[in-house]
């Protein structure tokens, strides 16, 4: 079971940080992937980090002005996302990954989806 927070209404120029706790489940196995849905639009992918913390990824979108970091002992992810802009708006999940692929950026290749956090930035 995947548990995402932190979401909020936040300013533009403003930081958030979510988290994604685990439980049930070895959560430092599996390789995590934050995706956002903004209102009215599809899901789309914002970042992922392999379950070392060997690699993380990002969206064009987010890149430079978001983090994505996990702590294994805590069996809980983060995605510091900082300069926000209004765009930023979305729904955001966390997902685990399930299935082995170079596209990390793939909905399909996660298998276990937490339920959300609402994030909205104001201009």
């Known amino acids: 079971q995947l548990q995402a927070s932190g979401g909020g209404l936040a300013q533009a120029g403003g930081s958030l940080r979510l988290s994604c706790a685990a439980s049930g489940r070895t959560f430092s196995d599996y390789s995590v992937g934050w995706f956002r849905r903004p209102p009215g639009k599809e899901r789309e992918f914002v970042a992922a980090i392999t379950a070392s913390s060997s690699g993380t990824y990002y969206a064009d979108s987010v890149k430079g002005r978001c983090m994505i970091s996990r702590d294994n002992a805590k069996n809980t992810v983060y995605l510091q996302i900082d300069s926000l802009k209004p765009e930023d708006t979305a729904v955001y999940y966390c997902?685990?990954?399930?299935?082995?692929?170079?596209?990390?950026?793939?909905?399909?290749?996660?298998?276990?989806w937490g339920q959300g956090t609402q994030v909205t930035v104001s201009s």
């Open positions: 997902a685990v990954r399930t299935k082995v692929g170079s596209n990390w950026s793939d909905g399909r290749m996660y298998g276990y």
